[in-house]
């Protein structure tokens, strides 16, 4: 397997070596170019990928201008170049902590522009005080045409997504489903891993019944088995995705045969990304640790 495909760009200017062994290995690098030469390479190996600006909860309209004029210049990238990627915007970064009003222009500029050009646009999904107005930013703007340009990320840890998932999918919307990253209270979400594990995978057969085409975020390899084996028998159109730097090995292994993605973060606003994703290497530490002790 080349390394080369799995290896994040040496050249991002990080630091300290806490930066260089935890953000390196999780994000392409500091600039949009690095993000695009990864997707270039990973393409090159069958994967598609997800390029994400990084960046969230901003609170001033520069930021936010930043990000939109980022994702526009990264659509364009993605067209001219022919690379084989989606775009993911968190909403707060585009101003969803500062006015519904206001993301929602800006969600409207990057997606008419993405459509022009032919780039599909994920919202992520962050922490639950935004879940609400994301589904509504989502849905007011799918179009009703069959093929859909955009998609939105629902987390199986809310004890609302159930309800989320079905109301999206009436409206023949485009689902990513993770477990979630962020740290929530007990009413709201399943606090226990089995619990979260449980309701993935209900909800990712209520999408193999109901839906026609999602996405199945997630490095759990019971729950990827399980995807495999259900979309043998039911021929959906279903793609898998991981995140850069994890179980990337694997992707390849099967990107000959399954429709892979990668999510590829880019830029210098790596602490917030990093944080949860260290909290989920030490997770699964844990787990590991615990299987070998008596
Ligand atoms: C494509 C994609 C997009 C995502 N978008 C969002 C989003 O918009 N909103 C959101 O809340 N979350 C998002 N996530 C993150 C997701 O919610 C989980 O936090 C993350 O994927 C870990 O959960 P898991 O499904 O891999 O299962 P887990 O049970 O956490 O992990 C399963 C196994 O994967 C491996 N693993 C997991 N994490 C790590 C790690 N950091 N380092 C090394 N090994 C690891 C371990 O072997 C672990 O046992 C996204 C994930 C993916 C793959």
């Known amino acids: 397997m080349p390394d080369t495909a799995l290896d994040s760009d040496s050249s991002m200017p990080l630091n300290f070596s806490f930066e260089k062994l935890f953000a390196g290995k999780w994000i392409a690098g500091a600039h949009m170019e690095d993000a ?37 210049s990264l659509i364009k990238k993605i067209h001219d170049g022919n690379v084989r990627a989606d775009i993911a915007v968190k909403p707060t970064q585009i101003g969803l902590s500062i006015s519904y009003m206001y993301a929602a222009k800006n969600y409207s500029a990057i997606l008419e522009y993405a459509r ?39 987390q ?17 919307g485009v689902i990513r489903l993770v477990k979630g990253a962020y740290k929530e209270s007990d009413s709201i979400a399943y606090a226990n891993r089995a619990e979260v594990t449980e309701n993935y995978s209900k909800l990712m057969k209520y999408l ?30 279903m793609t898998l995705a991981m995140l850069n730097g994890i179980r990337n090995r694997y992707a390849l292994s099967i990107a000959k045969k399954e429709n ?33 002790s008596r």
């Open 260 to 292: 892979v993605y990668i999510y590829v973060p880019f830029g210098s606003r790596w602490v917030d990304y990093s944080i949860r994703r260290l909290r989920e290497l030490s997770n699964a530490v844990i787990i590991v640790r615990s299987l070998f």
């Open 116 to 154: 022009k050009n032919g780039v599909f646009v994920w919202l992520d999904m962050e922490s639950h005080r935004y879940v609400e107005d994301t589904i509504k930013l989502y849905l007011e703007h799918l179009s009703s045409h069959k093929k859909k340009d955009t998609g939105i990320c629902i």
């Open 156 to 172: 199986s840890y809310l004890r609302r997504s159930r309800r989320d998932i079905s109301k999206i999918v009436k409206r023949n």
């Open 36 to 72: 695009i030469d990864r997707a270039r390479r990973l393409n090159r190996h069958g994967i598609g990928t997800i390029l994400n600006y990084l960046g969230e909860d901003f609170k001033d309209k520069k930021d936010t201008q930043d990000a939109v004029s980022t994702y526009i």
């Open 208 to 237: 193999f019944a109901h839906a026609d085409r999602f996405t199945i975020a997630t490095h759990d390899m019971k729950m990827i088995e399980l995807a495999l084996s259900l979309d043998r028998s039911m021929h959906k159109d």
